[in-house]
């Protein structure tokens, strides 16, 4: 079986000082105003019992991912180890996928015409370096875990047992970081079917109907 | 999401191609309704549905990122994805309504070429009614995909029975473009009725009537089942108007009322299509943009 990466955020070491984002920026070329990693903070509660969370967020790299089965032109692909690679190459623009996904992740770059999002680093961890918003995390709240496995003195991450690629430590409630809860699936193949049958049942009955009223009236058109 | 990332365009696209759906099934049970029995009148709407869909088609080209790339749509077949599968079946639709759009050319055009008339006569030796059918489950296919398009988006308000809403909007549309002028002519079978008027006004009727009935329960869904804050969004504001009046009103409710009315002139006819139209595309507009808002 495949290995898995995994990048873990401990929130609790976290110290908000944007380094990831910005080594993300550069690494990536991601024109101003588009963040592929993307510090956030919000204080919370009321004096003297307030704080603030703080959370780092990329693509989550679902296990599922809704993207990958909304993408019509092949510029998504989720490898065999669970990374999801955009491929700036074939991608056309059309923001299917800002649509399909339930993390609201990818985004629209109107300089480059076409949609961005977080690859995992893979042009780094192709030749077996970290991630780069990991490498420049100075207090390792950021962990780059090439086998795939949580530490064992770390609570249980947002993500970890719906298989994402990016898991969060957190110290309060995922919906407090805006986080959606219970993690969403694959919205885009899950019940996809049921979708057309809505349309198309109705939709045969009429013409059916349609088609054979008309041969029962054809006799009055004589 | 704060950033609308599909448009007018995009609504546009899905109502011309809608339009052009409906507009086939209209065309294809008016064939089956006079084959045979009188001399066909002619059919323009189904010369104009290739060109309708032709431009939703652009639309949708119009609003990519990278317009001169949108072939590589054409390299690439995924199965889950209901924007790969449509553009198949659309483009499967659009060489259907080009032969379609031939077969049903104006004699006034036909005279002009002659070898093309032949042709024609030929072509209407087919089985049209097989095809016309076959077809029409195509354009159904059609109209359901411009639904399950949005309803697959991890969007909350789409995420319901909007394939069974463009269904019918999409039917009642093709019946305003090609019943709703048909209605001033005179073209009657042997009994002395009117083809339009009492063969087709009554199906008419009754797709307004179901599209009435599936916004109905796309709102009750919304209601019961989301967030409030999600279809507040769809109601209220300067959307709410686009949605009331625009999408309600006019376009599922007036011309509903116009049905029941024993005379149309042809000036009030040609405010109906307009008004019903802009009710359809509008009904496309404000769910996109409330969906994303």
Redesign the interface.
């Known amino acids: 079986m495949t290995v898995e990466p995994l990048i873990v955020y401990n929130e609790k070491l976290c110290i908000g000082c944007h380094s990831c984002e910005i080594a993300c920026q550069l690494e990536n070329n991601a024109p101003v105003g588009i963040m592929l990693r993307h510090v956030t903070s919000e204080p919370q509660g009321v004096f003297p019992e307030e704080r603030e969370w703080i959370i780092s967020t990329a693509c989550f790299h679902c296990n599922d991912p809704?993207c990958?089965?909304?993408?019509?032109?092949?510029a998504l692909k989720r490898r065999d180890n669970g990374v999801v690679e955009h491929i700036q190459k074939?991608?056309?623009?059309?923001?299917?996928c800002?649509?399909?996904?339930?993390f609201?992740v990818p985004q629209?770059?109107p300089s480059?015409?076409?949609?961005r999002k977080c690859s995992f680093c893979t042009q780094r961890i192709d030749v077996g370096k970290e991630p780069a918003c990991v490498a420049k995390c100075p207090t390792g709240a950021l962990k780059y875990l090439t086998d795939g496995n949580l530490p064992k003195d770390m609570p249980a991450a947002y993500g970890k047992s719906e298989r994402l690629h990016m898991v969060y430590a957190l110290t309060g409630k995922p919906s407090e970081y805006h986080l959606p809860e219970p993690v969403?699936g694959n919205?885009?193949?899950h019940l996809?079917i049921f979708?057309?049958l809505?349309?198309?049942v109705?939709?045969?009955f009429?013409?059916g109907w349609?088609?054979k009223k008309?041969s029962f009236?054809?006799d009055?058109?004589? | 999401?704060n950033?609308v990332?599909?448009g007018y365009p995009i609504a546009l696209y899905l109502f011309l191609a809608g339009l052009s759906a409906g507009g086939f099934?209209f065309t294809a049970?008016f064939s089956?309704?006079?084959s045979g029995?009188?001399e066909l009148p002619d059919q323009r709407s189904a010369v104009l549905l290739p060109f309708l869909l032709g431009a939703g088609i652009l639309m949708l080209i119009l609003?990519?990122?990278?317009k001169l790339?949108?072939w590589?749509?054409l390299f690439?077949f995924?199965i889950?994805?209901?924007?790969?599968m449509g553009?198949w079946v659309l483009i499967v639709f659009s060489f259907l309504l080009l032969f379609w759009a031939i077969i049903w050319l104006p004699k006034a055009i036909q005279s002009r070429v002659p070898v093309l008339a032949e042709w024609i006569l030929t072509l209407r030796k087919l089985n049209f009614e097989r095809i016309g059918?076959w077809g029409?489950?195509l354009a159904?296919?059609v109209?359901?995909y411009t639904?399950?398009l949005l309803?697959?988006?991890?969007?909350p308000l789409w995420?319901s029975?909007l394939?069974?809403i463009?269904?019918f909007s999409s039917?009642s549309t093709g019946f305003a473009l090609g019943l709703l002028p048909g209605l001033s002519s005179t073209t009657h079978?042997?009994?002395g009725?009117n083809i339009y008027e009492d063969?087709m006004m009554g199906?008419y009727r009754l797709l307004l009537f179901?599209q009435f009935v599936a916004v109905c329960i796309f709102l009750s869904v919304a209601y019961l089942t989301q967030p409030h804050e999600i279809i507040v969004n769809l109601i209220y504001g300067w959307i709410g108007y686009l949605w009331w009046f625009g999408a309600i009103g006019a376009g599922i409710l007036f011309p509903l009322m116009t049905t029941f009315f024993k005379k149309k002139p042809r000036w009030f006819l040609a405010v109906v299509i307009v008004v019903e139209l802009g009710g359809a595309f509008l009904l496309r507009w404000s769910l996109l943009i409330a969906g994303?808002a």
């Open positions: 809704s990958v089965s909304a993408c019509p032109a092949g074939n991608c056309i623009g059309c923001g299917y800002i649509n399909a996904c339930p609201d629209f770059s480059q015409h076409i949609m969403p919205n885009v193949t996809q979708k057309w809505i349309g198309l109705p939709g045969a009429l013409l349609f088609w008309l009236e054809e009055n058109l004589e | 999401m950033e990332t599909w099934v049970l089956r309704v006079t029995h009188v609003d990519l990122g990278r790339d949108f590589k749509l690439h995924n889950d994805s209901p924007m790969s553009l059918l029409s489950a159904i296919l109209a359901v639904g399950v309803s697959a988006a991890a969007t995420n029975v394939p069974l463009f269904l039917l079978d042997k009994g009725k063969y199906r179901g994303q």
